[in-house]
């Protein structure tokens, strides 16, 4: 798998419907899912190439760490794993 597919070791594909249903969770109505999706995606990639900037990359692997962290410590990465088999 490439490496900018893998965020802190968890595949992308498991990252971004994580981060939808928070959003999902915290009221955003399912029809904006899609485009929550989108820009999910597009924020961890743009998270993931910033890693290789000298000036920013600390804060976004940081970042990423924390959003990977967060969404395991909260249950939502085990719920999607198991929905996505």
């Known amino acids: 798998m490439p490496p900018e597919m893998l965020i802190v070791g968890v595949p992308l594909v498991v990252i971004v419907p994580a981060l939808v249903e928070l959003a999902k969770r915290l009221g955003l109505p399912t029809a904006y899912a899609g485009l929550a ?16 900037h000298a000036q920013f990359g600390s804060w976004a692997t940081w970042l990423l760490a924390s959003i990977v962290y967060g969404l395991a410590a909260s249950g939502l990465y085990s719920q999607v ?4 088999g």
């Open 81 to 84: 794993s198991t929905l996505r």
């Open 37 to 52: 999706s989108i820009l999910s995606s597009a924020l961890i990639l743009g998270l993931v190439g910033l890693q290789a």
